[in-house]
């Protein structure tokens, strides 16, 4: 079958969306494969839906490959099961909670580990029926507060997710390999270039957790590794603590006046010129700054929480959200400063944080704060800092939190060698859950002895909405889109660069010809120039372009390669062969 350029329900843009950030979003609403219906929602046009029933029935294939089996849940969910795991609560105002006319309270599914759980409990009880994998393709929903980047993060996205039941961690760890084989499988078939990577498990729980990240400058996942083989996301990057210090010899604390030092640079250089140490300057590295945050929990109440961290270092916000988790970071305000009068703006130290403190404000500090140390901090009085204060012998803290920022060539958590800090986009998230779900839906099956134990489950989700996005965006140039052929959808498009009826007419014979033999073919039948013609077939993406010029006149026909901007000339007669054997080749 022939799809006719102008029959296609598709309007190409001359100028990018107001909101496009990413090369993807700009790409893929000006070439017509979809339509933006409302922040971080998009309306899937017949080129987009055909790139996306291409990803899924790639990630269809290698999930029924490891034996996993396709179901298929509503998107619309009672309230209950995510009472019964606390998610109701903890996801916040992450999701999309709806009334019905009773009264009654249901969510838009995020993610749906509550009614895989529950459907193998109302149908399984025993070892025999175990291992299972039951997986399904699915739109999710999601309250983003920053929807961005087109489909990359929007509200509404069609994910893959499944779930492994097992009754033991041999099973469990036997799921989670297969999973993982599947998943590079699938990434290569998508034609990414990807990275495996250590992660958190976020709000769903468990361990063992890794994504594989799409490298892409563009991501909003900033991923480290090391020439040894570390590799992992900076939200779970855990460095170890610092080796302590022996402190014998340094002077008792003493508060001094610091005026004129709003920064830590200018701090520095006051205490050099005014309390210099007589083993070497003063550095950043160590001043103590006590950075202030709210955070609200999921039931709305707030609580503050002071982090202590060399001054030398930022706190990473993405790896301070993944840490509280399912608690949400907010500034601490004036307001706040006014609640807790016993902390003095600028110059907060120690002295006035945690549970041992007039105000109670829990107190973390970074690994590099171990006893020992010395540093310089605020001396919780206006215009002054407290000197040659140690850690263990002056102040402690409620406990140890890594949320510092990761820099480019700090030492790897295992030895490995410097990190590399890269971005990416998450395309996958497989992790060990555990026995968190089961328990709490009373997911339990008889083992060999008769005896009743809790299955132990593994999550694993591929962004399937997302991959359109990540492929285009490893896969566009300056002048649109440049699909792989795998998810292109049409293998060839054919372009009559001109109006002669020799032309049209062998175009339209060649498309047949090519339809034919299994080749998916879209004819720029239209009555346009041919400037306008190759601009859209550019912007389109299609693998080959076939152009039907003037050298048909000489027996020639003209073949563009969109990736490599390769050009060859065919002869007319014949030419239908030539293209089947290349485009299969």
Known sequence: MITRLSQLFVRTLRDDPADAEVASHRWLVRAGYIRRAAPGIYSWLP???????????IVREEMDAIGAQEVRFPALLPREPYEATNRWTEYGPNIFRVKDRKGGDYLLGPTHEEMFTLLVKDLYSSYKDLPLSLYQIQTKYRDEARPRAGILRGREFVMKDSYSFDVDEAGLEASYQAHRRAYIAIMNRLGLEF????????????????????????????????????????????RPLADEQDSTGVPAAHVEDTPDSPTIESLVKLSNARFPRSDRPWQASDTLKNVLFMLRNPDGTRAPLAIGLPGDREVDMKRLEAAVEPAEVEPFGEADFEAYPGLVKGYIGP?????????????????????????????????RHVYDLVCGRDFGSDGVLDVAEIREGDPAPDGSGPLSLARGIEMGHIFQLGRKYAEALGLKVLNSNGKLVTV???????????A?????????DERGLSWPRTLAPFDVQIVPAGKDAAMIDYAERLALELSAA??????????ASPGVKFTDAEMLGMPTTVVIGRGLASGLIEVRDRASGERTELTAEGAAEELIALLRS
């Open 468 to 476: 359109v996005a990540a492929v285009a965006e490893s896969h566009c």
């Open 456 to 466: 132990t489950m593994g999550s694993y989700g591929v962004g399937v909405s997302r």
């Open 351 to 383: 002295g006035a944080l945690g549970a041992a403190s007039a105000d109670k404000v829990r107190y973390l500090t970074d690994p590099a704060v171990v006893p020992g140390t010395r540093w310089i901090t605020g001396a919780n009085q206006a215009g």
């Open 195 to 238: 990275v495996i990577v250590k992660a958190t498990s976020g709000a769903m729980g468990g361990s063992a957790s890794e994504e594989f990240l799409a490298i892409a400058e563009s991501g909003e996942d900033t991923f480290v590794r090391s020439p040894g083989g570390y590799a992992a996301n900076v939200e779970a990057v855990q």
């Open 47 to 57: 080129l987009g839906l055909k790139v996306l029933a291409k990803v899924e029935a």
């Open 518 to 527: 299994g080749i998916e073919v879209l004819l720029d039948d239209r009555k």
